[in-house]
Nanobody, 116 residues
């Protein structure tokens, strides 16, 4: 079955960096677009970044452009989100996700805490 596992979250100071990873299994990883979403406490899950299956198209939420970089290694079944110059507003639970056959799949999420 489809499995997505995020890791790499943690607690950092504003201005520091984190790299999140999302490992996928149970499906043809290299055939699917991946996205990253963030859910702050008490708020809805919001789009952060998207990477196409072949990395030809990458999109970001405006507020993270120039600070976050999404990439993937299809040989290793992993998608990354490099987050630099972190701000307090970047805090939340980060989820990676795919859409397959019209159904949305999410990982369990990884917590990012940013102290100012």
């Amino acid at each position: 079955q489809v499995q997505l596992v995020e890791s790499g979250g943690g607690s950092v100071q504003a201005g520091e960096s984190l790299r999140l990873s999302c490992v996928g299994s149970g499906f043809p990883f290299g055939s699917y677009d991946f996205d990253w979403y963030r859910q702050a406490l008490g708020k809805e899950r919001d789009f952060v970044a998207l990477i196409r299956h072949d990395s030809t198209i990458i999109n970001y939420k405006d507020s993270v452009k120039g600070r976050f970089t999404v990439s993937r290694d299809n040989a290793k079944n992993v998608v990354y989100l490099q987050m630099n110059s972190l701000k307090a507003d970047d805090a939340g639970v980060y989820y990676c996700g795919i859409v397959m056959g019209g159904q949305r799949y999410w990982g369990q999420g990884t917590q990012v805490t940013v102290s100012s």
